[in-house]
Nanobody
Framework: QVQLVESGGGLVQAGGSLTLSCTGSGTRYIFNEMGWYRQAPGKEREMVAIWRNGRTGYGDSVQGRFTISRGNAKDTVNTVNLQMNSLNVEDTAVYYC??????????WGQGTQVTVSS
C-alpha cells in the first residue's frame, strides 16, 4: 500500500522559514510527479510546488520564496522537500504531499499544519 508521510510543519513567525519533507513508501516504482498542495480554512486546495520530469513549477503566491527538491539517490528518490522562506500569515494552511505514479494513480499525504504568526 502506497503511503506518503509528511513532516516538518509547525508554528513560525512571519519572515521565518520552515522545511517540509515527504517520503513515499509501499512502491518499488519511482513517482512520475511529486509535489505540495495546501488548503487554508474556507479556501480551495491550491498547488504550491510540483516536481515533474525533472522540472519544477510553483504557485504564483510562493514563487521566489519556496523551493521544491527531490532526492536523487536510490533510497531517497521518492522523497520530496519544500523549503519555505519569508513566510507570511497568508501561508498558513494544511500542506499536503502529492504523488502520481507511472500508472497515473494519485496519492496524498495526511497533511501537516503550517501556522505563521504575525
Amino acid at each position: 500500500q502506497v503511503q506518503l508521510v509528511e513532516s516538518g510543519g509547525g508554528l513560525v513567525q512571519a519572515g521565518g522559514s520552515l522545511t517540509l519533507s515527504c517520503t513515499g513508501s509501499g512502491t518499488r516504482y519511482i513517482f512520475n510527479e511529486m509535489g505540495w498542495y495546501r488548503q487554508a480554512p474556507g479556501k480551495e486546495r491550491e498547488m504550491v510546488a510540483i516536481w515533474r520530469n525533472g522540472r519544477t513549477g510553483y504557485g504564483d503566491s510562493v514563487q521566489g520564496r519556496f523551493t521544491i527538491s527531490r532526492g536523487n539517490a536510490k533510497d531517497t528518490v521518492n522523497t520530496v522537500n519544500l523549503q519555505m522562506n519569508s513566510l507570511n500569515v497568508e501561508d498558513t494552511a494544511v500542506y499536503y504531499c502529492y504523488a502520481k505514479s507511472v500508472q497515473a494513480r494519485e496519492y496524498w499525504g495526511q497533511g501537516t499544519q503550517v501556522t505563521v504568526s504575525s
